[in-house]
């Protein structure tokens, strides 16, 4: 079995990559005022809540139909493929996200420039 970790990040917080087999399984660490997400994969994810209260939005490309709602821990959301997501830390929080196969993602620029503005707002 391929058993790997890393770990990454940047002032929006820390980043463990795992991998187990064919299966991710990263933990993610969001501060206050940070996003993350502004991208989309051609495969569904998994995401476990464990930490912290998050505003949640998405975005399905096949669709063009948007919803937003807030998450708080302990949760369970699941990303369908083809969708973007957003994700505001209204607190510190820490979730996962698994999926199976190889990262592959575009980018969705609504989304992303937020991400980018907020990381400028918090410098």
Excluded: W
Excluded at 17 to 46: D, M
Excluded at 72 to 89: C, E, V
């Amino acid at each position: 079995m391929d058993l790997g970790v890393d770990i990454g990040g940047d002032e929006r917080g820390k980043i463990i990559f795992s991998t187990y087999g064919n299966t991710k399984c990263n933990l993610f660490e969001i501060k206050k005022g940070y996003a993350r997400g502004g991208h989309y994969h051609p495969y569904p994810v998994v995401h476990n809540m464990i930490l912290g209260k998050i505003e949640y939005s998405e975005f399905d490309m096949n669709t063009n139909i948007e919803t937003k709602k807030i998450i708080s821990a302990p949760s369970i959301f699941n990303l369908k493929m083809d969708t973007s997501d957003l994700i505001i830390a209204i607190n510190d929080s820490l979730f996962t996200e698994i999926y199976v196969g190889d990262y592959v993602s575009k980018t969705y620029f609504p989304y992303r420039d937020i991400v980018n503005k907020l990381r400028k707002q918090n410098l």
